[in-house]
């Protein structure tokens, strides 16, 4: 059984909540769990310590005996310094698109031009 730590939706239309749960990577997103471990307000502000709640002693338990976390959990279980950041590689979809790529190309050329005209004056 591959055990994963995930986030489970809760709440109204537009107006998510969620849990973060242990649970069955085979389940449905928010069927069975095994433990709930916490709660996630995307709604609330990023200053805000009710944004995410973690037992932070499960989180720790559970990540010890294999369980795997999602991106997103993974990103809070990083920020209460339970696993190391992990750095997350997308090299070409964050990329601009070749017309963008141009016209900062340009931009560049055009910035670097009123700079030595700038200079020269």
Known sequence: MSVKIRLTRLGAKKSPVYRIVVA???N??????IEKIGTYNPLAAKDDPSRVVLNTER???WVG????????VARFLAAAGIIAKVDRSNPTKGKPKAKAQER?????????AAEAAA???
Do not use: L
């Not at 449905?28 to 769990?33: E, I, K, L, T, V």
């Open 28 to 33: 449905a997103r928010d069927g069975a769990y």
């Open 104 to 112: 900062m190309k340009e931009a560049a050329a055009a910035a670097a």
């Open 24 to 26: 069955n990577s085979r």
């Open 119 to 121: 200079a020269e004056a």
């Open 59 to 61: 989180a720790q338990y």
């Open 65 to 72: 005996v294999g369980a795997q976390p999602t991106d997103r």
